[in-house]
């Protein structure tokens, strides 16, 4: 038997009807194509399996185990996968009606390894030939992959994998996998794959829709996301080897890093800020041309990188206070969680 053109890994973790959008966007978009849908049920109170036949949408695959985590449950489905090519898909997101055969297609005539295509926004509510679909400005292209893993760094429905590819990354990772990463689980796939060659292919058009609804999304507090990409960062600079084949992953996950730091609000936690300037100061940076604008590059020539960001900050930056999501105990907590850098 042939294996299927694609495979779509969809992790659930209690979520209720609103998957119904996300399926239903799979199914469109398959036509013409062989495609698996794995779902992993990652220990949700009442099993997705019911809510999936009630909906009309059995999977190809259903896995359920204990809780374990986003990352955990996308690597559980990698690991079922029998197609060509993988998607990984949550289940509050869609795909455009041509994503697939566009994205596939596009590999097939490039040899790439990994495609992307632009993104766009709806609000999940209402009948869904109603959705609104807004377009994000388009991607930047690029055809190599740290620059796409580092800087483009798309949602985790964007990109299209070979699956053979996929899985040497993540059987070569640098750094294992980690409860600690599991709000930002594309981006520890994204830094174990920077650093190695990979040809990667732009698609344009809007084919990659994030969904927003009342429910809760990883993305609720946005401090807990910035603990977890640190952890990703910091095991980055600790397992990545010093050489000049991953010298331009290095170089970006820094000015990443940098740029990170500059941007964070008046008041917010200085250990938090220094570990995260840490990385930028262990990886290789050129001083002279920190990332930041034109104005912002000026100041740093006359006054150093560090002091030219603290005083933007000073300058334009926001007050945590009016943008915190969490107290100072609960973020203490969530911080000491990291291993020492």
Known sequence: MDAPDLSVIVPVFNRDDLMRYTFES????????????????????????????????PPTVLRRQENQGLLFARLAGLGLAAGRHVLFLDSDDLVGPEKFRAQIAAMGASGADVSYSDVARCTLAGAYDALEITPDPPAETVTRSAPFFITVQPPPHSPIFRTDYL???????????SPLYNSVAEIWFYHNAAPRPARVVHVPGAHTVVGSHPGTRLTSHWERLAVASLAVMEAFVRSCPRDEDTLPARTLVGAKA??????????????????????????????ANPPGGEAFRLLARALG?????????????????????????????????????
């Not at 560090?306 to 007050?319: C, I, K, N, T």
């Open 258 to 287: 940098f740029a990170a730091w500059r941007g964070l609000p008046r008041g917010f936690s200085p250990e938090f800020g220094a570990r995260l300037l840490g990385i930028w100061q262990r990886l290789p940076h050129d001083r």
């Open 26 to 57: 799979v199914r469109r978009a398959s036509g013409g194509l062989a495609v698996e849908t794995i779902v992993v049920d990652d220990g949700s109170e009442t099993p997705a399996a019911g809510i999936l036949e009630r909906l009309g949408f």
């Open 167 to 177: 899985r040497q990354v993540v059987r070569q990772a640098f750094f294992a996998p």
């Open 305 to 341: 990188p560090e002091r030219a960001a603290r005083l933007f900050r000073v300058l334009r930056g926001r007050p945590y206070s009016r943008i915190r999501t969490l107290g100072d105990d609960p973020f203490a907590k969530l911080l000491a969680t990291l291993p020492l850098p």
